[in-house]
C-alpha cells in the first residue's frame, strides 16, 4: 500500500505555455501533499505544502502565480507551471502523508515528473 | 530549525565492500530520522526510519542506520554491496515543531558508485 503516483512522468512544453502534473495517492487518502523540486544533480527543494480544500502553503522565494498549487482531493493535488520559461525546466516530485497514519513524518513519494521547456 | 549535512557527495565502493554514507542532524526537538534512495529519473524510496524506538534500524535490500544522539548522526551502512546499489541517497529529517512532522529537510545527497 501507500502508493503515490505522479502524471505525467516526462512533458515537453514551448516557453509560455503552461503545464499541468498530477499527484495522486493511489491506495490511501492524504491529508498533506507537498511538492519539491530537484535540479540535476541537488537536493529536493520543498516548493509548497498543500492540505486537501485549503491554500497552499508556499516556501520562501516560491513564486505562488507562477506555481498554482491545487488540492482539490483527499487523493489528487496538482501542480501548474504558468508561463512556462526553460529556467522552470525542472525535476519536479509530489509527496504525501498518509491521513490517520502513524504520525511520525513518513512521506510517500511519486516517481517524479520532468519538465523541459523549449 | 532543522538541518542535514551528507558528508560525501561521492562515494565509490568495490562490489562486495562496505557502504557507508555519512549523515549528521541538526534539530531543536527529538527528530525523526529518514534515508531515502532514488534512482535516476524515479522518485524517492524510503529505505528505513528512526521514530524514537530503537536506535538500531534495519531497513530494505539489507541498509541499516544507527541513530547516535550524542554524535548527531546516522549514518547508512552496508555490509556487502552489490552493484543495483548505485544511486542518490538522501538522509532527512523532520520534527514536531509547528506542528508537523512531515516537513522534510534533506541533505544535499550522496552518489553511490559500485564497481565490480
Known amino acids: 500500500g501507500a502508493v503515490v503516483s505522479q502524471h505525467p512522468s516526462w512533458v515537453i512544453c514551448k516557453s509560455g505555455t503552461s503545464v499541468k502534473i498530477e499527484c495522486r495517492s493511489l491506495d490511501f487518502q492524504a491529508t498533506t501533499m507537498f511538492w519539491y523540486r530537484q535540479f540535476p544533480k541537488q537536493s529536493l527543494m520543498l516548493m509548497a505544502t498543500?492540505?486537501?480544500?485549503?491554500?497552499?502553503?508556499?516556501e520562501q522565494g516560491v513564486e505562488k502565480d507562477k506555481f498554482l498549487i491545487n488540492h482539490a482531493s483527499l487523493t489528487l493535488s496538482t501542480l501548474t507551471v504558468t508561463s512556462a520559461h526553460p529556467e522552470d525546466s525542472s525535476f519536479y516530485i509530489c509527496?504525501?502523508?498518509?491521513?490517520?497514519?502513524?504520525?511520525?513524518?513518513?512521506?510517500?513519494f511519486g516517481e517524479g515528473s520532468r519538465l523541459t521547456v523549449l | 530549525a532543522q538541518s542535514v549535512t551528507q558528508l560525501g557527495s561521492h562515494v565509490s565502493v568495490s562490489e562486495g565492500a562496505l557502504v557507508l554514507l555519512r549523515c549528521n542532524y541538526s534539530?531543536?526537538?527529538?527528530?525523526?530520522l529518514f534515508w531515502y534512495v532514488q534512482y535516476p529519473n524515479q522518485g524517492l524510496q524510503l529505505l528505513l526510519k528512526?521514530?524514537?524506538?530503537?536506535?538500531l534500524v534495519k531497513g530494505i535490500n539489507g541498509f541499516e542506520a544507527e541513530f547516535k544522539k550524542s554524535e548527531t548522526s546516522f549514518h547508512l551502512t552496508k555490509p556487502s554491496a552489490h552493484m543495483s546499489d548505485a544511486a542518490e541517497y538522501f538522509c532527512?529529517?523532520?520534527?514536531?515543531?509547528?506542528?508537523?512532522?512531515?516537513?522534510?529537510?534533506f541533505g544535499k545527497g550522496t552518489l553511490l558508485t559500485v564497481n565490480p
Open positions: 498543500s492540505n486537501e480544500g485549503s491554500k497552499a502553503t508556499y
Open positions: 534539530s531543536s526537538v527529538p527528530p525523526y
Open positions: 509527496s504525501a502523508s498518509r491521513a490517520g497514519g502513524t504520525d511520525t513524518g513518513e512521506l510517500f
Open positions: 528512526y521514530t524514537s524506538a530503537a536506535t
Open positions: 532527512a529529517v523532520s520534527g514536531s515543531s509547528g506542528g508537523s512532522n512531515y516537513k522534510l529537510t
